[in-house]
């Protein structure tokens, strides 16, 4: 589709070339024309007679095609006015030279009588021209998709038969849809609870701290997050694992639909496994893109909104790592996967993790961040995905646990709104940082940084995405740490609930107010008051 400024160009060029061929044809008619008169009254003046004796001259009945063309290649001006020559120098001629004058005016009229005729075609070409070259802008500017620009689409198939109904596979009506589920999850002040720990991940947990796990134990947990008083009030989202979709409260409520009615909404963690890539020294791509659209048809069914798909990467700079094959491989399986969930009505919520374990540097840590954003959106464009309706899982910009050199809150923050600014689209509503290992207290600090050093350069317009959390280990293990203590109150399977409930929201509450960039300032006015 030609851009409406292009056309604006395209159109004063051509109608400034127009103009100039015009002034040259209109300069050169004039000229034929005088040609065409002068010739023609220097025949009418000579006497009839004249023309008649010079046609019935052998000479003139002989004359072939060529000493006529050297007749017409004579001077215009010179044959033209021959015969007003003839008397001035030469005063009266003979019969044969005036006859010969006059039929050669009649030639160069007939020339320049041509040659004008030539012209006004030329010129009548160039009006059409500049007449079809107006109509095309003016249907093309006039059309809808000039005004507005065509819906995002793959760019191996944004051409060809039926490519208007191609470009509109995600209808208006899902488009808007997807676009709600974002908007909600990315309020200010709110995050995403990750209760997505498959029981190979949560087992160990309560096995650490002495308590017995199983399905049931699992499920009475779960439930406590999601009736915690006070919870909604900084939460807005819960990743969910699948085992957790299908589960119900103690009065028979599915989790999906208990947790909507509380405005937090639920999704769902696909569940994935690591592959080695080949000749890669033990890098890995997730897989589990098989089958992806059956399973989301029967989580949406069951009540879920939107999915979570993490692609894990490790540093080590000196080995070249992460390399750029396993950067593209799992990007464009990011990718597959957001547009197999916007497909089926899903907001997907894309995940790339760069592990915290390393040597690397903070100025390490951009550059491979910044790569991977930059293949993780160039892939979402390439397969058509709608921005607007995706939301962005990241780790925080961080160096290596084990790198020597020490940064400031304030360097680390700068990093993080950096990488987002060079690789980032606006499109993107929400950010929400994943807390790769750190505790609560080193996680909140970094994000309320980020959020306090975003404000102090303009806000939404120094960096316009709402930057929250979506965190699990930080929030979580602390209250696993409460079933050491015997003197706490237990339920029917031996779990502290109460205590739990009341430390996940306060968690929770660091967390909200870390992302409004006032944590920093709510502790020093606690001390303050203290």
Known sequence: ?????????????????????????????????????????GFLASEPTAVAKFASAPGARTMNAASHSASVAKPLLRATLGRQSNQVNFGVQSFDR???WSLGGLTASMASLGFLVTILFKVGQAAHGRYQSQQQVSELTSMPHARAPAPQMAFHLCHGARATERRSWLSDETKA?????VAHIGQPGKGISACDESYRTIDPRFENVGQKSSEEVRRAYRQMLFEAEGANENVCAVILDPETVFQKDDNGT??????????????????????ALPGCDGETVMQGLDNLAERLKEWKAAGCVFAKWRSPFYV?????????LAIEANMRDQARYALICQGEGIVPIVEPDVVLKGEHTLEDAIEINAQILRELYAALIDHGVHLDGTILKVNMVNPGKD?????????????????????????????????????????????????????????????????????????????????????????????????????????MTVASTAAKGTLQMERAMEKVGA
């Open 1 to 41: 589709m030609t851009p409406f400024s292009t056309l604006d160009r395209e159109g004063d060029a051509s109608g400034q070339q127009s103009m100039v061929v015009n002034r040259k044809h209109i300069v050169l008619s004039v000229v034929a024309l005088v040609g065409v008169v002068i010739g023609v009254s």
């Open 177 to 181: 849809q997807l676009e709600s589920v």
């Open 316 to 324: 080590d700079i000196a080995a070249g790592k992460p390399s750029m």
């Open 98 to 100: 005036r006859a010969e």
């Open 254 to 275: 599915p989790f999906p639909k208990m947790l909507t009615e509380k405005g937090m909404l639920p999704g769902v963690k696909p569940t994935l496994t690591a592959y």
């Open 403 to 507: 790198c020597k050199t020490k940064y400031s809150l304030e360097d680390i923050a700068d990093a993080n709104l950096q990488t987002l600014r060079r690789t980032l689209p606006v499109g993107v509503r929400s950010v929400n940082y994943l807390s790769g290992g750190q505790t609560l207290d080193e996680s909140a600090s970094i994000l309320d940084a980020i959020n306090k050093m975003k404000i102090a350069r303009g806000g939404d317009r120094y960096a316009p995405w709402n930057l929250s959390f979506s965190w699990s280990a930080c929030i979580q293990m602390p209250l696993f740490e409460l079933c050491r203590d015997s003197s706490l109150e237990r339920d029917a399977n031996g779990l502290p609930i109460k205590a739990m409930a009341k430390l996940y929201v306060e968690n």
